[in-house]
């Protein structure tokens, strides 16, 4: 028999075969988060996403446009560009210096006469379009050059994501990070949305947010989740906040939202950051924070830290210390949400192959868990598998 997760075999978080499907079916087919639109600012910049099985790259063109195509030399295949970076004005392919312009138009071929002497026909050899779109100050690539809109895919969730414009803020140089979970996918995303654990795992470390009072629910396949401040963060809240406002007043309170797949955004009065999540393999996955703040002097921040540092000076603690815990580097005794996060996401992976795992009864805030394995589930069904 089949064990379960909930909603999904256990296999769904062990196999290699579910994640490749995983690539193909969800992945390959959503919207990916692809940088910030401050990532290219001039006229050949570029970078390139991993998107499911397809790599993909934005760059934009003398025209100012952004475009994005398959990284796939029409040659033999090679991807073309690496990483991030910028050209003047064209794209050369490493192995046999195929060239195409920043539209896409492959432009010259070496030796073209001796090496082709039937002719080549350039036209027809363009790189291949996928879809870029730019959403709150996003950049997000699709596949399929003929993908609906950001406007359609996000739509319906939008209005419940909080005020926060992150193309007005500024990004905060030492956030931009990322590290790996040994965890697969979407343990991490079930984690992020598991409403439940917030009051336990991180009893010491996110109390300034009331649980008791969070607003969640789902738009199609995307999460949204609010909760407002505690009483005692709430009392003297303009002084209590760490870095100057991002949003106006008196919009207040932590909206947390996951949109589909592995897009975590968490937003407060006073920052905007975000989570991608990227599976690499069944039992890995990496993750990507950027941060972005209010654009104000470093006058404010300095202010700022100063009125509210009476409030953080008490704030938090380990969940667990003293004569039980195991040691300096056991995350349960760092006081860090992020670390406590972590470590239950690695300590839920490992129990996964054991013949006697067996899931208990979900809670009312785990019903996320429930629904995104339901999502999930949507784009595996076999008969939305296009192959
Ligand atoms: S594979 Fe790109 S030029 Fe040959
Ligand atoms: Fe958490």
């Not at 603690?317 to 760092?334: C, E, F, I």
């Amino acid at each position: 028999m089949t064990k379960m997760y909930h909603q999904l075999p256990v296999d769904a978080y062990t196999s290699q075969d579910w994640f490749e499907r995983e690539q193909r079916l969800i992945f390959s087919r959503t919207w990916s988060f692809a940088g910030l639109v401050e990532d290219i600012p001039e006229p050949g910049h570029f970078l390139t996403v991993q998107a499911g099985l397809n790599n993909i790259f934005i760059v934009m063109g003398r025209d100012h446009r952004l475009r994005a195509f398959h990284n796939i030399c029409r040659h033999r295949g090679t991807q073309l560009i690496r990483a991030v970076g910028k050209t003047q004005k064209a794209l050369t392919c490493p192995y046999h210096d195929w060239t195409y312009d920043l539209e896409g138009n492959l432009i010259s071929v070496p030796d073209e006469a001796s090496e082709f002497p039937q002719g080549v026909d350039k036209s027809c050899l363009g790189l291949k379009p996928a879809s870029v779109d730019v959403w709150r100050g996003m950049l997000f690539v699709h596949p399929d050059p003929a993908a609906p809109t950001l406007a359609e895919w996000f739509g319906e969730v939008d209005p419940l994501l909080g005020p926060h414009r992150p193309e007005e803020l500024i990004e905060y140089p030492d956030t931009r990070n990322a590290y790996e979970i040994k965890a697969n996918w979407k343990i991490v995303v079930e984690n992020y949305i598991d409403v439940y654990h917030l009051s336990h795992l991180h009893s010491n470390t996110l109390y300034m947010y009331d649980h008791a009072k969070a607003e969640y629910g789902w738009k199609g396949p995307h999460y949204h989740f609010w909760e407002p401040p505690s009483a005692e963060y709430a009392e003297n809240l303009e002084t209590n906040l760490p870095t100057p406002r991002a949003i106006p007043e008196p919009h207040v309170g932590a909206w947390v939202p996951m949109l589909f797949p592995g897009i975590g955004i968490g937003a407060s009065e006073d920052s905007w950051n975000l989570f991608i999540v990227k599976p690499l393999a069944p039992d890995l996955t990496r993750i990507e924070t950027r941060t972005k703040l209010a654009n104000v002097s470093d006058w404010a921040y300095q202010k700022q830290q100063w009125k509210s540092a009476g409030f953080w000076k008490n704030f938090g603690g380990p969940k667990y210390q003293g004569a039980d815990a195991s040691g300096a580097d056991d995350p349960m005794t760092s006081g860090d949400f992020t670390s406590e996060d972590i470590f239950a996401c690695e300590q839920q992976q490992k129990s996964l192959k054991s013949p006697f795992l067996e899931i208990g009864p979900a809670a009312v805030g785990e019903s996320p868990i429930v629904q995104h394995q339901r999502a999930v589930l949507d784009f595996m069904q076999p008969a939305k598998d296009p192959t």
